[in-house]
């Protein structure tokens, strides 16, 4: 372990990680709760800086151990230093560039029941979602032209590194759509066109939930193929919900539909 200042070429990579969306596989954290997946799960650290001035408690002290044996690069810097690449106020102390691991459709094989983001934008969303589809055990998920990309350090907080630990392939629309079409997937659009309540389906067997972008919703083309249509009733002024709640919405329906013998 060296102890390095701003100035030192490795704190400068950091930044750069932070704000650069160049390094496809790497999201950075410090976040105490993805840092303890990131042990959990093995993740390996290709970069660690922890703050030497801080005090720990025994738990962090631990995790810190942790993390330190499964990483590349370890380097000690002053709380100062720290403060100016910090991502959460409440954080421990502790920043990591995580390597997220990576998955093709060969991953996807004996995968059942798939969520299909389709183009969304807002961090938040996305990482919410993530968390959502943590709790009900989905299969994976397929980020669909995506604006915010799955190592998005925003998606990694707001989903508590559930992005780290749910299977996750980014692809263009055309490739998804064929992947699904050719693997003889159920698609059920998260739109309220033409469809039915999103409580009479029974969501069994091989099945893919597509919600779409916050301000256009899904690919147009979605309608030109085999697909069912699936709507939330709503009798207030709105006519839509925010896409991470209607996705949550669905998941659960789907969930419990495919629990029921």
Known sequence: MEKISR??????LMKEMIKSKNYKNITVTDDLEVLK???????????????????????????LNNLI?????????????????????NHAGIIAAINMKSY???????KDFLFILDHLEIPGNVGTIYRTLDSINCDGVILVDPISKIN???ITSS?????LIIPTIQDSYQNVLNYLLENDYEIFLGEPILGKNYQEYNYKGKIAIVVGNERFGINSDWYNHKATNVFIPMEGS??????????SI???EAYMKRKQA
């Open 7 to 12: 100035s030192h070429e490795k704190f400068k």
């Open 37 to 63: 997946i990131a042990v959990k799960e093995n993740l390996k650290i290709e970069m660690l800086f922890y703050s030497y001035e801080n005090e720990y408690h025994d738990e962090t002290k631990e995790l």
């Open 69 to 89: 044996n499964n990483s590349k690069e370890v380097y000690e810097i002053s709380k100062s230093s720290y403060d100016s690449i910090k991502l959460k106020e």
């Open 104 to 110: 093709n459709y060969d991953d996807f094989k004996n």
């Open 152 to 154: 998005n350090e925003k």
């Open 159 to 163: 989903s508590r590194g559930c992005n």
């Open 238 to 247: 709105q006519n839509s919900l925010n896409v991470s709640v209607a996705a």
């Open 250 to 252: 669905l998941a659960y």
